[in-house]
């Protein structure tokens, strides 16, 4: 009884075995091929059905070249000339002094004229060139940056004046005269904390 039991739990502890199918007689082996690494597959192409014809297009990436604006060129007249520097407020003027000309001004590649609009803004331009006598024997080009219309053209018409000095220093005392070889240092104050502009405080 004891040899019965313990080939009974010897079975029942082996693990299964399912039977090996039968081989049919000339089967050929076959042998699986080993896993490949895997890898992009290449694009494939989208067909666009129009009516009864197919058309194949690529998939192709687009490099379209992006449009690069390009600056405006600011016309500038060649030859040498005298350069010299006004300041007025916050507004720079850099001046060009050209000789041989008929009293033409530009600011900012635009004539005087259609950059301030305001005659009186003009005539500033003029006036240490009429005070030397050289309004139509030159020709000045101005590069205007900072500051409003009324600052640049005082700045202006400083950088125009020390241009004619370079030029000549004859024309030192007559300008001085005139208050067109300084510079007006005046700017606007600062607001204070708790007052409504500079210096006015609130009513009470």
């Known amino acids: 009884m004891t040899e019965t039991k313990k080939t009974t739990d010897e079975k029942k502890a082996a693990p299964r075995r399912r039977p090996a199918a039968p081989k049919a007689a000339g089967a050929a082996v076959v042998k699986r091929a080993p896993a490949k690494e895997p890898h992009r597959a290449a694009p494939r192409a989208k067909k666009e059905e129009s009516g009864e014809e197919t058309k194949i297009m690529s ?120 208050g067109l070889m300084t510079r007006d240092p005046r700017e606007k104050e600062r607001k204070k904390y708790g007052l409504k502009k500079a210096r006015k405080g609130p009513q009470w």
Do not use: C, W
């Not at 600011?74 to 300041?87: C, K, N, S, T």
């Open 59 to 178: 998939v192709a990436p687009k490099t379209a070249k992006a449009k690069v604006a390009e600056k405006p060129t600011r016309a500038v007249p060649a030859g040498e000339y005298i350069y010299a520097l006004g300041r007025r407020k916050s507004a720079i003027a850099q001046t060009r002094l050209y000789h041989g000309g008929k009293g033409v001004i530009t600011a900012n590649g635009l004539p005087a004229k259609e950059y301030f609009k305001v005659q009186q803004y003009v005539d500033r331009l003029y006036v240490p060139l009429k005070a030397v006598g050289l309004d139509n024997k030159v020709n000045i080009d101005l590069r205007l940056t900072g500051g409003g219309l009324n600052g640049q053209s005082d700045a202006a018409m400083l950088g125009i004046s020390r241009a004619l000095v370079k030029d000549n220093e004859e024309y030192r005392p007559t300008l001085k005269k005139m």
